[in-house]
């Protein structure tokens, strides 16, 4: 395949997803190596080792789907979606305790939304908003989780 292939790059769509699904595999499952092994029964460690391990499988299915040659290449340039799907996550996370789910939620939707160029604006707040109540109202008041709502206005 020469480098003017209109099909885009060697790897395709597939294992590239496969291979990121195994970096955050191996992320997750060394956040949780000091944890208690999942052969020492329930515990802290047996959810984020298992989950671990069940993204790593996806990710080797996805792959073993993206190895044909006739598999959907990956096009040149495809990274505006991955990159703002990604940053609205970091975004979320490096938020949340100091700004507050009332912030952070919309702020991740807004910058995830980035990701597709037909995006409008209109909808994106409206969507971010609703969505931000809806997880205000779950996570805060029906399960009753210490999320900081807004630590700048209400407190911690």
Do not use: N
């Not at 996806?58 to 006739?70: A, D, E, K, R, T």
Request: glycine residues 12%; charged residues 10%.
């Amino acid at each position: 395949m020469s480098s003017a292939d209109p099909r885009g790059t060697r790897m395709s769509r597939d294992v590239c997803a496969g291979l990121f699904l195994l970096a955050i595999a191996a992320f997750g499952y060394a956040g949780s190596i000091d944890l208690p092994s999942i052969w020492a029964g329930v515990g802290p460690g047996l959810l984020p080792k298992l989950v671990a391990g069940l993204i790593a499988m996806l990710g080797l299915l996805i792959i073993s789907l993206g190895l044909p040659p006739s598999a959907e290449r990956l096009q040149r340039g495809a990274w505006r979606g991955p990159l703002f799907v990604l940053g609205g996550a970091i975004a979320f996370a490096a938020t949340i305790r100091t700004l507050g789910l009332a912030a952070a939620g919309p702020l991740a939707w807004i910058i995830a939304a980035l990701a597709d160029r037909d995006s409008r604006w209109l909808e994106t707040l409206l969507f971010a908003a609703i969505m931000t109540a809806l997880c205000i109202g779950l996570f805060k008041f029906a399960l009753k989780l210490p999320i900081p709502l807004c630590p700048p206005v209400l407190g911690y």
